[in-house]
């Protein structure tokens, strides 16, 4: 065995923990198809994942919340590979999640679909966001919804939209009031400052009841 096949092999052996089974090979390949450097970080309230491009002597560089579950974790890994490969073709000449980035993203996400390894009704959101690709999964709802069907399921903890208008709550430790909906947020009060804050629709909350 060659030093990079021994090399794949860990890396898959490393993932084994995050992605799908079945999936490792192919995000090793990812990895081994151009010089990034990827990072499973802490979780962050505002993002999935993240992608930056090389800069200063910096290779480029992706990091996944490694708090996501098995199938939000893949889909994200994608998505920062298609940001990677768009700045590879086209630099900064293109917007973030336009047309070339999508195009980017449904060639990385047909091979998963071709497996045939996912759930169904994962594969079945997922060939939806195909044909109208969002710029995240955060952005596309029925595809979010179906993925946070395989988180760790938590008793005390609800969807933002299954509390009453009006209703409070509590995220982060903060007390809220909810609000009415801005497209695919919700505009709610946090009780002791009075300030308003766009809270996302499937932002998971833990209710208060009076």
Same mark, same amino acid.
Request: charged share 25%; aromatic share 10%.
């Given at each position: 065995?060659?030093?990079?096949?021994?090399?794949?092999?860990?890396?898959?052996?490393?993932?084994?923990?995050?992605?799908?089974?079945?999936?490792?090979?192919?995000?090793?390949?990812?990895?081994?198809?151009?010089? &990034?450097?990827?990072?499973?970080?802490?979780?962050?309230?505002?993002?999935?994942? @993240?992608?930056?491009?090389?800069?200063? =002597?910096?290779?480029? %560089?992706? *990091?996944?919340? =490694?708090? #996501?579950?098995?199938?939000?974790? #893949?889909?994200? *890994?994608?998505? $920062?590979?298609?940001?990677? +490969?768009?700045?590879?073709?086209?630099?900064?000449?293109?917007?973030?999640?336009? $047309?070339?980035?999508?195009?980017?993203?449904?060639?990385? /996400?047909?091979? !998963?679909?071709?497996?045939?390894? /996912?759930?169904?009704?994962?594969?079945?959101?997922?060939?939806?966001?195909?044909? +109208? *690709?969002?710029?995240?999964?955060?952005?596309?709802?029925?595809?979010? %919804? &179906?993925?946070?069907?395989? @988180?760790?399921?938590?008793?005390? !903890?609800?969807?933002?939209?299954?509390?009453?208008?009006?209703?409070?709550?509590?995220?982060? =430790?903060?007390?809220?009031?909810? =609000? $009415?909906?801005?497209?695919?947020?919700?505009?709610?009060?946090?009780?002791?400052?009075?300030?308003?804050? /766009?809270?996302?629709? /499937?932002?998971? !909350?833990?209710?208060?009841?009076?």
């Amino acid at each position: 065995m060659t030093e990079k096949q021994t090399s794949k092999t860990k890396i898959q052996k490393q993932f084994s923990q995050f992605v799908p089974k079945g999936f490792e090979e192919m995000v090793a390949d990812l990895l081994f198809s151009a010089h &990034v450097q990827f990072k499973i970080v802490k979780p962050r309230n505002t993002k999935l994942g @993240d992608y930056r491009p090389a800069h200063a =002597g910096k290779p480029h %560089r992706i *990091t996944v919340n =490694g708090n #996501l579950n098995i199938y939000s974790f #893949l889909i994200t *890994t994608i998505h $920062e590979f298609a940001h990677l +490969n768009t700045y590879l073709e086209f630099g900064r000449k293109v917007a973030p999640h336009g $047309e070339e980035w999508k195009n980017h993203y449904r060639k990385l /996400l047909l091979p !998963v679909l071709n497996k045939q390894l /996912l759930p169904k009704d994962i594969e079945n959101a997922l060939v939806n966001s195909l044909v +109208n *690709t969002k710029a995240s999964s955060c952005a596309d709802i029925p595809l979010m %919804r &179906v993925l946070k069907n395989y @988180d760790k399921q938590n008793e005390e !903890v609800i969807f933002i939209e299954n509390i009453e208008k009006n209703g409070r709550f509590l995220l982060q =430790g903060k007390e809220f009031i909810k =609000g $009415e909906l801005r497209r695919k947020r919700f505009l709610c009060e946090e009780v002791s400052s009075k300030k308003k804050y /766009l809270i996302h629709t /499937l932002a998971e !909350v833990i209710p208060i009841f009076e």
